[in-house]
């Protein structure tokens, strides 16, 4: 199990890979082969790796404990050879972020949020991309408990991270059931057509992958 938590202060990579549906199950395989070699790395404190339902993306959501621990697995040959034999049946995007807000159902600002492998979550990860000069007002809008989305039947949490060139802000969040994520967003639509209030969609454009978690892998004595 790991867990999301701001106070960690985790080191956070989304990694986005998109490749076809027929080559998703050799990209999340390439990457597991590396296990034991993640669990030694000094620094490291999990892999969460995420495959889409659709077939064409897999997302890692990889927690370091400073960016100098993960600048320092860089050179490492086996990473790098495994990098480059998915870069010739994919594309890659790494967002280098941290945790600034996380919140779980029926208690805003309660406990860390948990990740694992028994976990049968509908999973989304929105990326939404902003200029850097609006980052800021796009987190304060949604990096604040959140008493209606707390109380939705079938949300689990969320967590909220800050791209550190400014450029996105990523939700990963979880959900009893895709029908029980439809519905809040239906509902979403509903309440913004009514209000009158700042819409973070007017500030940023926002991809979404929904996902199911496929491995975790945990460093030995994770910081």
Known sequence: MSRIAVEDQRYVLVNIFKTTAPHQQRLIDIWKGL???????????????????????????????????????????????????????????????????AQRGGAPGGPAIEIHEGQDYYVVVEV???????????????GKPNEVLAATPGYVSHSVHRAFDGTAVVNYSQWESEAAYQAFQAGEKARGARSSQPDASALSTVERFALRIDYITEAVDAP
């Open 35 to 101: 296990g034991p070699a993640d669990e030694r790395s000094p620094g490291l404190v999990s892999v969460n790796a995420h495959v889409s339902f659709d077939g064409e993306s897999v997302i890692s959501y990889i927690q370091w404990s400073s960016k100098t621990a993960w600048e320092e697995i860089l050179s490492d040959p086996g990473r790098q050879s495994r990098f480059k034999e998915v870069l010739t049946f994919s594309t890659f995007e790494s967002i280098h972020c941290e945790v600034v807000f």
């Open 128 to 142: 939404a991309r902003v200029a850097p000069d609006r980052q800021q007002e796009l987190l304060d809008l949604v």
